[in-house]
């Protein structure tokens, strides 16, 4: 799949978890932007970074950056913008051959896949509280400098 049906595929994939999360009004768009770019991310860190986990990672961060700042202009809580933004990032793929490989009992690939699903989670984790623990930093930082 090329990178731009890659990118329309996140933005609607996050537009469908907005309907379900029951959004309305401009939060349906500005989540779905969310996701959209932070696989865009994804797929940008991928021509720098060629491990997975520092693409995940990246986009993540980005994504808990966005969702901060967009919280703040909103007034919406992040966290709904991490939820429908994160959904282009879940490894469906990993965890789909880790579950298959299981119930094969090939137990070799098993591992390949989990620890595969494992560091993109981490990655994705890591990169969300990297980035509010830098908001909480930049907003202090604003508020001592009044």
Known sequence: MSGLNQI??????????????????????YTSLGGCLAWCVYLSAGLIFPQYGKQYFAAALFLGI????????TKVP?????????????PGAALFMMMQNAFKADWEQFAQY???????????????????????IFKNYRLNKK
Not at 8 to 29: P, S, V, Y
Not at 78 to 90: C, E, F, R, S
């Open 8 to 29: 329309i595929a996140a933005f609607f994939g996050a537009l469908g978890f907005a309907f379900l999360f029951n959004l309305h009004g401009k939060e349906i768009f």
């Open 66 to 73: 966005y969702a901060e700042f967009l919280a703040v202009r």
């Open 78 to 90: 992040a966290t709904l913008y991490l939820a429908v933004g994160m959904i282009p990032l879940i």
């Open 114 to 136: 989990r620890l595969e699903a494992f560091i993109t989670g981490a990655s994705i984790a890591f990169g969300t509280i990297v980035a509010a623990v830098c908001w909480n």
